[in-house]
């Protein structure tokens, strides 16, 4: 598995929300280009990029710092939030971009996610954002009523590569990741899977990677790294490919 660190972009700084919500935010960096940096250079293959603004507006706002945040770094980086568009893919796949992350728009938009997943391939990635043991979208402020089980069914009928799985109500509390979850889909579904949301510290790594499950892609890591309470370093080597 491989440990991927996580910056949310909100008014062009660098934040963590608390179990999703917007009105609790906690500002690390003014600057997420300097941040960016600092983890590639402490290891990180892949760079998690999450354009908060976006998810809660449905279109690109942190477009021009997200392409300076492409050109600044030579590892991976996935971005999400605020997708639902042919031509928002394709502005960030000309970055040079690994992974486009599609959220609202791949359980509201049937006919753009067979397209643009037939057209981009593995190239495109499925968040599933779990709030309240719900399905939650538009910036986690709405929740549906689409069957986890039947979400990953529908997923892997049209040949998605990657899942994103973020446990909401774990996410920014370091309470410790949602292994009821985890274990849910690993037991429903072998579409390789990124693990997110509440992760606190070393242990849990420890936890996941004794899984041993070769569908665990990986883990995102967000406020256990801007809080100190894991070494991205050192656990990137005790870690990735592991599972």
Not at 50 to 78: F, H, R
Not at 157 to 183: A, M
Request: glycine share 8%.
């Amino acid at each position: 598995m491989i440990l991927i660190p996580a910056i949310d972009i909100k008014n062009g700084k660098c934040v963590r929300l608390y179990k999703g919500d917007f009105t609790k935010e906690k500002i690390y960096s003014d600057n997420p280009i300097d941040v960016a940096r600092k983890w590639e250079l402490m290891g990180a293959k892949l760079i998690h990029l999450v354009d908060l603004d976006g998810a809660i507006n449905g279109k690109s706002i942190n477009y021009d710092l997200i392409k300076e945040i492409s050109t600044s770094v030579s590892c991976g980086i996935q971005i999400g939030g605020g997708i639902r568009s042919i031509s928002t893919v394709e502005s960030y796949l000309k970055l040079g971009i690994k992974r486009v992350i599609l959220g609202t728009s791949a359980f509201e938009d049937n006919d753009f996610l067979y397209q643009v997943s037939k057209i981009y391939g593995k190239q495109i990635a499925v968040g599933i954002d779990i709030k309240d043991n719900k399905i939650a979208v538009r910036g986690w402020n709405e929740k549906i009523e689409m069957d986890f089980n039947d979400a990953l069914k529908k997923f892997k009928e049209i040949n998605i590569g990657l899942i994103i799985l973020t446990s909401v109500d774990r996410d920014g509390t370091l309470e410790g990741f949602n292994q009821n979850l985890v274990s849910n889909y690993l037991n429903n579904s072998d579409i390789p899977l990124i693990i997110s949301g509440g992760i606190k510290d070393e242990n849990d790594l420890k936890v996941i990677s004794e899984l041993k499950n070769k569908n665990i892609f990986g883990v995102i890591l967000g406020k256990s790294l801007y809080e100190n309470k894991i070494d991205l370093k050192k656990c990137i080597q005790d870690y990735e490919n592991v599972s």
